[in-house]
């Protein structure tokens, strides 16, 4: 239920079995990089089914690690394009190809948007917001970042996982706002034939659970919404 996708221990079948079913498409995983050396089979089921491998890098102190883990993992690089570190910014890509065309890109994330989940008086909350604000604004909503848990399919991570999150640590929210994180119904595989095509319809609209999300950054620095508009 987390973003590293290479911490999935069957990670490799699901590239396998998603490319048996659609061929004609290739599949795309992004990862933080820390895990590369130590997932069997991944570099032949990227390279030999036609798929793609990126770096979300979001630490620049840990250079060293993560050349380490992109040198280990491809098969002799023969070509790298990048920056001087310290000339790195936001955005800004590196490249690696090895000797069998094997292209990793590697992307500088190393800054990020507000949280949904927040501290308030030391306990975790979340936002108020209005949901034709904040859908806009989205991350996974511009990124079309579904999420599948348990056979189920969400809109979105947060969603998703509220419920979870208010189990485990008891988010101080009312009696109403609770009620509304638990009414998302995500889609099963039974009930496809039922409400799959109605669902998947409307899985970009925005939602009443968008309000629990902050006005967000659109993936451009210099657009970062004042946290003014974030409502308590």
């Not at 995983?29 to 032949?44: F, P």
């Not at 070509?79 to 990793?104: A, C, M, Y």
């Not at 902050?214 to 974030?230: D, F, L, S």
């Amino acid at each position: 239920m987390g973003g590293e996708p290479l911490l999935n221990p069957s990670i490799v079948d699901w590239i396998g079995g998603l490319n048996d079913l659609w061929p004609e498409n290739s599949i795309q995983v992004l990862t933080n990089g820390t895990r590369l050396t130590k997932t069997k089979g991944l570099y032949d089921a990227i390279l030999n089914r036609g798929n793609w491998l990126g770096i979300s890098w979001h630490n620049k102190d840990k250079k060293d690690e993560l050349w380490e883990q992109i040198y280990g993992f491809l098969d002799e690089v023969v070509e790298s394009s990048h920056k001087p570190i310290d000339e790195l910014q936001v955005g800004d890509t590196l490249t690696f190809r090895d000797k069998n065309t094997f292209k990793l890109v590697v992307w500088v994330q190393n800054e990020f948007g507000p949280a949904a989940i927040k501290v308030d008086n030391g306990q975790f909350t979340l936002y108020n917001n209005d949901p034709e604000e904040v859908h806009p604004t989205c991350g996974f909503v511009q990124d079309k970042c579904y999420h599948m848990i348990e056979a189920k399919l969400y809109k979105c991570g947060p969603v998703a996982l509220f419920p979870e999150f208010d189990k485990q640590h008891r988010l101080n929210i009312s009696d109403e706002d609770r009620q509304l994180i638990n009414s998302y119904q995500p889609l099963s595989v039974d009930e496809f034939p039922e409400r799959g095509e109605e669902f998947l319809k409307h899985i970009d609209d925005v939602i009443p659970q968008c309000k629990f999300c902050p006005v967000g950054w659109q993936h451009k620095p210099e657009i970062i919404y004042p946290t003014v508009k974030n409502k308590s």
